[in-house]
């Protein structure tokens, strides 16, 4: 399973774009890269998934270069709202998901 | 469709105590996991079902238990409570399994269980 590594926290402010970039170095040629965020004292949701190249949806979007060592996930136009805890997996859906540290975004008005 | 529940969202008990939280997956999804998320070990991974067998599991130790029922209802059940098992319990449900990790996993809300 590979460890992922990614910045404890950001910040940002309303209206700008976010990108976290996350690093999967023993990434395995199966795994999916999966982002989850989280607020305070809910469950993660799903943000979006990828394989390679570029993954776009109503939310955000991802970045996975050819040698899949690293995802960038970039949030367009944060909002207040936005403010929550982010994590990048490189498995999931089964077999002993991996949860990192994740990063605090903290977006400012 | 209804999300993922979880019952109770609060609990407090007693140190020596058993508890038993439950998880009713979205319909139709046959996997179940189970998360113990503190705020100084963040989000680790307890146990997966999937068709009423335990697929893998985390390091904890043998205290902490569950089950999944013929409906894809899971039940986790921690023995001898701790202060330290004090802890927001996620369960999670995926329609299946996949090596690949290319399945969503939807997430309840969560039991904040307190120890007291």
């Known amino acids: 399973l590979a460890k992922t590594t990614q910045p404890i926290s950001m910040d940002s402010y309303e209206g700008q774009e976010v990108n976290i970039t996350c690093s999967h170095n023993n990434i395995a040629t199966n795994d999916y890269i999966t982002w989850y965020q989280q607020f305070p004292s809910q469950g993660p949701r799903f943000i979006i998934q990828?394989?390679?190249t570029k993954v776009t949806n109503e939310v955000a979007s991802l970045f996975i270069p050819a040698d899949r060592k690293s995802s960038t996930l970039s949030l367009p136009r944060v909002s207040l709202s936005d403010t929550a805890v982010y994590y990048c997996?490189?498995?999931?859906?089964?077999?002993?998901?991996?949860f990192g540290a994740g990063t605090r975004l903290f977006v400012k008005a | 469709k209804a999300g993922v529940t979880q019952t109770p969202r609060y609990l407090i008990k007693t140190r020596g105590q058993q508890v038993t939280l439950s998880c009713s997956p979205i319909?139709?999804?046959?996997?179940v996991s189970w998360y113990q998320q503190t705020p100084g070990q963040g989000l680790q991974f307890l146990f997966e079902y999937f068709s009423e067998t335990q697929r893998n599991k985390g390091n904890f130790p043998g205290r902490f238990s569950g089950r999944q029922f013929s409906n894809s209802r899971s039940e986790m059940n921690v023995s001898t409570l701790e202060l330290g098992d004090s802890a927001l319990y996620l369960c999670a449900s995926s329609l299946v399994v996949s090596a690949k990790g290319d399945t969503e996993a939807f997430f309840g809300q969560g039991t904040r269980l307190t120890v007291v």
């Open positions: 997996l490189a498995h999931t859906g089964g077999f002993k998901t991996i």
């Open positions: 990828g394989y390679k």
């Open positions: 319909s139709g999804h046959r996997s």
